[in-house]
């Protein structure tokens, strides 16, 4: 299983960026997948998640959007009013199973950088 980051990039304080994840492989089921970040020097943070519900961190609340598309394993953090507070490394992750009796595990994309010029 491979999980393909894409779409970050420089933009200006105020902009807007789409990030897109596509899940590869042998993939029986998706229950969760979402988004986390992590800024130079601090810990990773979740950004958004779907699994039963949508959750989203307090700072990006009302700006960013998660959204998914199940028939292509793909899901996407559409990201408006960029901060330079938001610059970071954006990392996906799913929580999937590979067969119907397989255990779950946890698969994370190898990020995408976001850079937000003041």
């Known amino acids: 299983v491979q999980l393909q980051a894409s779409g970050g990039g420089l933009v200006q304080a105020g902009g807007s960026l789409r990030l897109s994840c596509v899940a590869s492989g042998n993939i029986f089921s998706i229950t969760a997948m979402g988004w986390y970040r992590q800024a130079p020097g601090k810990e990773r943070e979740l950004v958004a998640t779907i699994s039963r519900g949508v959750n989203y961190a307090d700072s990006v609340k009302g700006r960013f959007t998660i959204s998914r598309e199940n028939d292509k394993n793909a899901w996407y953090l559409q990201m408006n009013s960029l901060d330079p507070e938001d610059a970071a490394v954006y990392y996906c992750?799913?929580?999937?199973?590979?067969?119907?009796?397989?255990?779950?595990?946890?698969?994370w994309g190898r990020g995408t950088q976001v850079t937000v010029s003041s």
């Open positions: 992750y799913a929580a999937l199973k590979k067969t119907p009796r397989s255990a779950e595990f946890n698969y």
